[in-house]
Nanobody, 123 residues
Framework: VQLQASGGGLVQAGGFLRLSCAPS????????MGWFRQAPGKERELVAA????????YYADDVKGRFSLSRDIRNNTIYLEMNSLKPEDTAVYFC?????????????????WGQGTKVTVSS
């Protein structure tokens, strides 16, 4: 299974970006999916996660109310809509899939990773 991520870019503070992640290759098991991010010099952290049935069940505290994660269960594509972006949201964003949203709380719990997509928010 490969995860194809897209949608990063450069945006001004207060702006909007939408990230997408779709599996390819072998069918994805009934896994939870989510987005991590990693800023320079920082650890990779979970931003949001959604169950395999499409219930968004986790958001990091600093993105609650600004980010929205959804999943199209027909094709297992997930979408992260990021509103009111802040410079501190600047990072490389990685999509991932794992056995459960609980397992995805830590990077070690991911079974599959997509390539990173860079998000830069200018002040």
């Amino acid at each position: 299974v490969q995860l194809q991520a897209s949608g990063g870019g450069l945006v001004q503070a207060g702006g909007f970006l939408r990230l997408s992640c779709a599996p390819s290759g072998r069918p994805l098991p009934s896994y939870a999916m989510g987005w991590f991010r990693q800023a320079p010099g920082k650890e990779r952290e979970l931003v949001a996660a959604v169950t395999w049935t499409g219930v968004a069940s986790y958001y990091a505290d600093d993105v609650k109310g600004r980010f929205s994660l959804s999943r199209d269960i027909r094709n297992n594509t997930i979408y992260l809509e990021m509103n009111s972006l802040k410079p501190e949201d600047t990072a490389v964003y990685f999509c991932a899939a794992g056995g459960s949203t609980l397992k995805l709380r830590r990077p070690e719990g991911a079974a599959y990773w997509g390539q990173g997509t860079k998000v830069t928010v200018s002040s």
